[in-house]
């Protein structure tokens, strides 16, 4: 006879307020689709905040790592052996997501109130990489061409869309101007020393190791 007995596997009461938060289906879904949980997200930071050991333990269960970032930020890392859903960013979109970090970390922050433009991280991105290489990236035939710049600007927007989902940027005013928040150090993990941060990120951009080394979850995207 199958037993019923479940005294064993009670959940814990703090676990049982957290499920029952209203908040916690929505912010469960963000969370298995890859975003990131910044400040910025007050209430939802704050459920984590409260009850970070008993969510942490619940998605181990799901072979998963609930992640508090060093700069604050949350989210889920599944383990190989995890059945949750997950895939790598393209080259392109690791790339501006170095970029952004590099101009979250520039002074150019602090006189934009943290807002930028499409536009500019173009520029940035043209500043600091190869544009052969970045063409690339789009087209490995591509020749420089104005319709090859069209696509490359193309890219670079859908990227800025891909991250915004993932919420390392966030959408202000027009769909061009955005704010980076601090979700962008997760492309810094593997520079955090004592070393400035921001030479170490150029460092990597403009010697090509700006897309190596960070996995991120999120859906596949494959744009032609």
Do not use: W
Not at 193 to 218: F, N, Y
């Amino acid at each position: 006879m199958l037993s019923t007995n479940t005294d064993d596997q009670a959940l814990d009461p703090r676990l049982v307020q957290a499920i029952a938060n209203p908040l916690f289906p929505a912010l469960d879904n963000q969370l298995r689709s890859g975003r990131h949980i910044t400040a910025d997200e007050l209430e939802q930071h704050s459920l984590l905040q409260e009850y970070y050991p008993e969510l942490d333990a619940f998605y181990q269960r799901y072979q998963a790592e609930l992640v508090r970032a060093p700069e604050g930020f949350y989210y889920l890392r599944p383990r190989s052996t995890s059945e949750l859903g997950t895939s790598i960013l393209s080259e392109l979109e690791m790339l501006v997501g170095k970029v952004l970090c590099y101009l979250y970390l520039s002074p150019d922050r602090l006189i934009n109130e943290g807002v930028f433009s499409v536009e500019d991280l173009q520029e940035e991105i043209l500043t600091l990489s190869n544009e052969q290489a970045l063409l690339r990236m789009v087209n490995q035939r591509a020749g420089g061409s104005d319709l090859d710049k069209r696509k490359l600007a193309d890219k670079l927007k859908s990227a800025i869309r891909r991250l915004k989902r993932i919420g390392m940027v966030s959408s202000v005013g027009s769909q061009d101007k955005f704010r980076i928040t601090e979700a962008v150090f997760r492309f810094a993990a593997d520079v955090r020393s004592d070393e400035d941060p921001r030479e170490l990120q150029l460092r990597m951009i403009k010697e090509g190791e700006a897309v190596a080394g960070t996995e991120q979850q999120d859906e596949q995207e494959n744009e032609q």
